[in-house]
């Protein structure tokens, strides 16, 4: 099995029937919400919302019951990927352009457990450029305040157009370098008016699983949320 799918099918043994689930996105979540589809067929009784509009497509066609957002308040438990995690859970998240959606439904439940495999686990954040999303008006002006805060970044691209998230705005993919205080990058990313929400998810996790190359598991926890 690959170490993505070691991860994803451990962390889907935490859902228990009447669970409200959140479903990640991306190649490691896809292996969660696989699984959790086969465990509905066998019988499992959850309600689940997706972060992305592809998430949402490949648990309708499985047969996993969506609920709108409208009929939940809270959910128990979300299963989502990372594409940079530390021994502190914190996160670098989006490289697929869902870190918006991921990061409202993650803040919405009880508990949020990480699935990666180990190539994931990083001592340092920052190696992957972290990704922001912004708004497309006067982006150039955005980019230019991100500038400021010391990156290199550019604006994601698909072929020849500007890459658009599932909510229509841009990604900004940010390269810090090694992101010693990853708090003062989050504050300052965060007080610029065109930045909707960046990648970096601190305090947010609960549980890490790690699917490792000798086909084991790292199970990295922190403190309950309060
Ligand atoms: O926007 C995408 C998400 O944050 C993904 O969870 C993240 O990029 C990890 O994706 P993957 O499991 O495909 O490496």
């Known amino acids: 099995m690959n170490m993505k799918q070691l991860a994803a099918e451990a962390a889907v043994d935490y859902v228990k029937d009447g669970m409200k689930v959140g479903l990640g996105t991306g190649s490691t979540a896809y292996f969660a919400i696989n699984k959790l589809g086969e465990r509905v067929k ?17 648990a309708r ?25 530390d021994g502190s859970l914190r996160l670098i998240k989006g490289g697929g352009g869902a870190l918006l959606r991921e990061k409202i439904v993650a803040m919405g439940s009880d508990r949020m457990i990480v699935v990666a495999d180990e190539s994931k686990a990083v001592r340092t954040l920052g190696k992957f450029p972290l990704p922001v999303e912004i708004v497309p008006f006067a982006w150039e002006w955005t980019l230019k305040d991100i500038l400021k805060l010391g990156c290199e970044a550019e604006l994601r691209r698909e072929g020849s157009e500007l890459y ?28 610029l008016p065109g930045v909707v929400e960046h990648g970096l998810f601190i305090g947010i996790a609960n549980m890490a699983i790690v699917g490792k190359s000798d086909g084991t598991i790292d199970i990295i926890t922190a403190k309950e949320k309060a």
């Open 164 to 191: 658009k998230t599932d909510n229509g705005n841009y990604i900004a993919d940010c390269r810090f370098g090694a992101i010693e205080d990853p708090a003062a990058v989050a504050a300052a990313l965060q007080a």
């Open 61 to 85: 066609e499985l047969g996993i019951p969506l609920v709108p957002f409208a009929q939940v308040d809270r959910l128990d438990l979300t299963i989502d990927g990372a594409d940079e995690l």
């Open 42 to 58: 066998e019988g499992l009784q959850i309600t689940a919302v997706a972060t992305s509009v592809a998430s949402e497509e490949q």
